[in-house]
């Protein structure tokens, strides 16, 4: 079965520091993943997709994902933290067994404190 | 462009009545989906659509119903509401091979 792990409820930063929210991933097949960013009473945004190629992605707001399939991580990072960047972080995969759904994370909560 | 549109923001129930949660996508994406975000659960998948027509369940669809008679809205409604389904409600669509959701802002909703 497809999942996906972020295993820290919180990363706490500085501002200013690099930042990293982990993401492990199981999926039969070639995985299509995803990073999301939920800010207070707002919808999920969409930030940034791995579908295949380079494994670094680039995507909003200055954040990058780095795939890495022996590890089957997906890393998300930005080398330097803003406050702005506060929020709750949702990784996801494809369903392989229904491409057009997303198996979502339990989400980490990202505090850059000033 | 509006996007995904999600009425109401907030409800408060009580317990048995029932009420329908609505969602309008003007993009359109054949696929639309409900999830329901509780605190430290992530998003967990309530029913989702591939077209107007067409409703399946995802995994926790119990107590819940679908309709999909148009592409762009996918009702989600509520029978003898609970305390249980107290959360916050996320209504979303993607277009063909899901490279990526579009959310609403979503609907607080809480059962006393």
């Known amino acids: 079965a497809q999942s996906v792990a972020q295993p820290e409820d919180q990363v706490n930063v500085a501002e200013g520091n690099p930042l990293t929210v982990k993401c492990t991933y199981s999926?039969?097949?070639?995985?299509?993943l995803f990073w999301y960013v939920q800010y207070p009473n707002r919808g999920l945004q969409f930030l940034l997709k791995?579908?295949?190629?380079?494994?670094l992605v680039k995507g909003s707001y200055g954040f990058e994902a780095e795939f890495n399939k022996s590890q089957t991580s997906f890393h998300l990072k930005k080398p330097s933290a803003l406050v702005s960047d506060s929020a709750l972080y949702f990784c996801?995969?494809?369903?392989?067994?229904?491409?057009?759904?997303?198996?979502f994370g339990s989400g980490t909560r990202l505090l850059v404190r000033p | 462009n509006a996007g995904v549109t999600q009425t109401p923001k907030f409800r408060i129930l009580k317990i048995g009545q029932s009420m329908t949660l609505q969602c309008t996508q003007d993009?359109?994406?054949?696929?639309m989906y409900w999830y329901r975000q509780d605190p430290g659960m992530g998003l967990k998948l309530i029913y989702y659509?591939?077209?107007?027509?067409?409703?399946d369940k995802g995994e926790v669809p119990n107590g819940y119903n679908v309709s999909r008679s148009t592409t762009e809205d996918f009702p989600l409604r509520l029978e003898l509401a609970a305390p249980s389904q107290t959360s916050v409600y996320f209504c979303?669509?993607?277009?063909?091979?899901?490279?990526?959701?579009?959310f609403g802002s979503g609907t607080r909703l809480t059962v006393v």
């Open positions: 996801a995969v494809r369903d392989a067994d229904s491409s057009y759904k997303l198996i």
């Open positions: 979303a669509s993607s277009d063909v091979g899901a490279y990526g959701y579009t």
């Open positions: 659509s591939v077209g107007a027509g067409i409703t």
């Open positions: 993009m359109n994406h054949n696929y």
């Open positions: 999926v039969s097949g070639n995985p299509y």
């Open positions: 791995y579908i295949t190629g380079d494994n």
